[in-house]
């Protein structure tokens, strides 16, 4: 228990200490936390390997953060922005799975290789960039808006990929089956159950109970994600959607941010304290390198969709 504590609260001071600071300087509060990661783990040495367990608990704080979001788009905001959405995103993804896999073959790699390593260079950190645009106000812009919609893309674009995957032995055909029937099964589920359910707990007037069944929602979409090889972050923004008319939609916000908010630092705090410098050192060029590289890939495709779209530059 001791112990316990003691993590607790070298994690909740170094945030309480370092976020305000970064926050002062102009760095934003994502790089205020991965500095005090960095601080409390390889440089002070105050966390260990428990840093690895209590990031698969803060994880939770990107699959509310997705399930908030999904609740300020309703269906019809999302049909408008699916020109945004198929054009920006796709044209992101295809563009840098392909630059990137041309780049892998010409330095030796197998194409099936070199394929799987554009898909995954493709993807960027939702949580990092919403948490980013959200503090900045620009979710709302049209800038946020294509942002976003690149992003929301990537987190789709994993369906597919995954389903070109084997799942424990399972023929991709029966795989995409069963992925089709667990997104299904949210959407349906959310529309047509969540009312009565939300009614029924509503009548117990008991608040607690409220705050726990909306953090027993979202820990259930995410394990049934998770289950099926998909992003739980994914099936928490489509439950959010799907819920964005609800009547009940102003107190799950108001229930779940607070562990969005401490959960998604925590999140970013056990990035930095995870970060092995070691590795770092013995391959820095190579590590410097291939960060550049992949940094200028993704630039230079986004920017060419974004003369394409006529997206403005102050957006």
Same mark, same amino acid.
């Given at each position: 228990?001791? $112990? ?6 070298? !994690? ?7 976020v ?8 934003? $509060?994502?790089? #205020? ?9 390889? =440089? /002070? ?15 939770? #704080? %990107? ?37 990137m896999? &041309? ?16 898909? %995954?260079?493709?993807?960027?950190? *939702?949580?990092? %960039?919403?948490? *980013? ?9 049209? &800038? ?5 919609? =690149?992003l ?5 674009a ?15 055909? /029966? ?11 949210? =959407? ?21 109970v ?10 259930? @979409? ?18 959010? =959607?799907?819920l ?9 916000? $108001? ?5 969005k ?7 970013? @705090?056990?990035? #930095? ?29 986004? !920017? ?12």
């Amino acid at each position: 228990m001791n $112990s316990l504590l003691s993590i607790a609260f070298v !994690y909740l001071f170094s945030a309480v200490v370092a976020v305000p600071i970064s926050k002062r300087l102009g760095l934003g $509060s994502v790089l #205020g936390y991965l500095i005090a990661g960095i601080i409390i783990g390889p =440089v /002070l040495g105050l966390v260990g390997s428990e840093t690895h367990e209590i990031q698969e608990v803060a994880e939770f #704080g %990107v699959v509310m953060m997705l399930f908030l979001v999904g609740m300020e788009l309703e269906p019809a905001t999302l049909w408008r922005l699916r020109n945004k959405l198929l054009g920006l995103g796709g044209l992101q993804i295809l563009g840098t799975v392909a630059v990137m896999a &041309g780049l892998g073959m010409a330095f030796g790699m197998p194409w099936q290789v070199a394929v799987a390593a554009g898909c %995954v260079v493709a993807s960027s950190s *939702t949580a990092i %960039v919403l948490q *980013t645009l959200g503090e900045k106000g620009l979710l709302g812009c049209p &800038g946020g808006q294509s942002a976003f919609s =690149v992003l929301l893309f990537q987190d789709i674009a994993v369906i597919p990929m995954l389903a070109l995957l084997p799942l424990d032995g399972l023929s991709s055909w /029966l795989k995409t089956l069963i992925i089709l029937g667990v997104v299904g099964g949210i =959407v349906v589920g959310g529309h047509y159950l969540s009312r009565p359910v939300f009614r029924y707990i509503a009548e117990s007037r008991l608040r607690e109970v409220y705050t726990a069944f909306a953090l027993m929602l979202v820990v259930g @979409i995410a394990a049934l994600m998770n289950l099926v090889g998909l992003s739980p972050a994914l099936g928490a923004f489509l439950a959010g =959607v799907v819920l964005a008319d609800s009547e009940y939609r102003h107190a799950l916000e $108001s229930t779940l941010d607070p562990f969005k908010g401490l959960l998604l630092g925590l999140f970013f @705090i056990t990035v #930095g304290a995870g970060m092995n410098f070691g590795l770092l050192a013995s391959e820095f060029f190579t590590i410097l390198g291939m960060t550049v590289g992949v940094m200028v890939v993704k630039a230079a495709v986004l !920017y060419a969709l974004g003369k394409a779209f006529r997206l403005k530059r102050l957006d």
